[in-house]
């Protein structure tokens, strides 16, 4: 569901420890309330994220910031399975033990709040270092069956050393490399961005990368695993749930505000995509 990761209902923190894959992982668009970490340790795949899209393999490290959109998907079979490591956090929560530290407060603070270059990061040489944070974080989680007053502090320093870990990757990624070519979907994207408030027209779209309606369909699939469609839905709902936390417009006008003028219908996809009407959404503490 869209809208919805249920973490934050009665905890802060939710933590998965080399999980493991071998069925269908085919994914779907959603976003967090908090920071999430994805560390990938066996399998490929590609992520959408800020109209970009990133090829990920084993090693690969993602920071996906409060209620981003994005969409991870892995090509998954018994001889290619997919394994991560995933922590997701309430920073408010966790931010007040992490200001000891300045320098790496500034990157938590960094991580959290600004517009970042770079979402995807390499493990290093210190892979067996960064194992070790992890199963120090799942036992102490076990410990307690999830991280309590008594122990939050002990989960925060933990939080805090992989983050340093995370840091010393910027550092090395942030010196100057190769550009990119930027990808078809990528282009796609940005365009559904500018005009996803008005009725999509496909026809419009492949005119302006000067390609065939198929050719365009084709490429996005192949490219993101969606189809075009299957975005610029998420784009629309993921607006209209920012509009219904953030505006106090009436509830008839949301719809058409993201580009889907019939209330009923918005009502109805609304509640398919995020699993509550978009009243019950509004009135939630999500």
Not at 262 to 268: D, G, T
């Amino acid at each position: 569901m869209l809208c919805s990761d249920g973490v934050f209902r009665k905890k802060q923190l939710s933590y998965k420890h080399r999980e493991y894959t071998v069925g269908n992982y085919s994914g779907f668009y959603h976003y967090h309330r908090g920071i999430e970490i994805l560390l990938v340790h066996c399998g490929k795949g590609t992520l959408v994220l800020n109209r970009k899209v990133y090829t990920l393999e084993a090693g690969s490290i993602l920071i996906i910031q409060p209620f981003q959109l994005h969409r991870v998907q892995f090509e998954v079979s018994e001889q290619t399975p997919y394994e991560r490591t995933v922590l997701t956090f309430e920073p408010f929560t966790y931010a007040p033990y992490f200001t000891m530290f300045p320098k790496t407060y500034r990157f938590f603070e960094h991580l959290w709040k600004d517009d970042l270059p770079n979402q995807v990061f390499r493990m290093d040489s210190n892979e067996t270092y960064l194992s070790a944070i992890l199963e120090r974080l799942d036992l102490k989680l076990h410990e307690s069956n999830g991280p309590t007053d008594h122990d939050q502090e002990a989960a925060g320093m933990i939080i805090l050393t992989l983050l340093e870990y995370i840091q010393s990757l910027n550092e090395v990624s942030s010196l100057p490399g190769t550009l990119r070519t930027e990808r078809h979907a990528e282009k796609i994207m940005q365009w559904v961005e500018e005009h996803y408030t008005k009725p999509f027209e496909l026809d419009e779209l492949a005119a302006q990368l000067h390609l065939s309606k198929h050719h365009v369909s084709h490429l996005f699939r192949d490219e993101t695993g969606s189809s075009i469609t299957d975005y610029v839905i998420a784009r629309r709902i993921r607006q209209a749930c920012w509009l219904l936390k953030s505006e106090s417009m009436p509830i008839e006008h949301v719809g058409f505000r993201v580009g889907i003028p019939h209330f009923s219908y918005f009502c109805r996809l609304f509640k398919k995509i995020t699993g509550l009407t978009p009243k019950q959404y509004r009135n939630s503490n999500l």
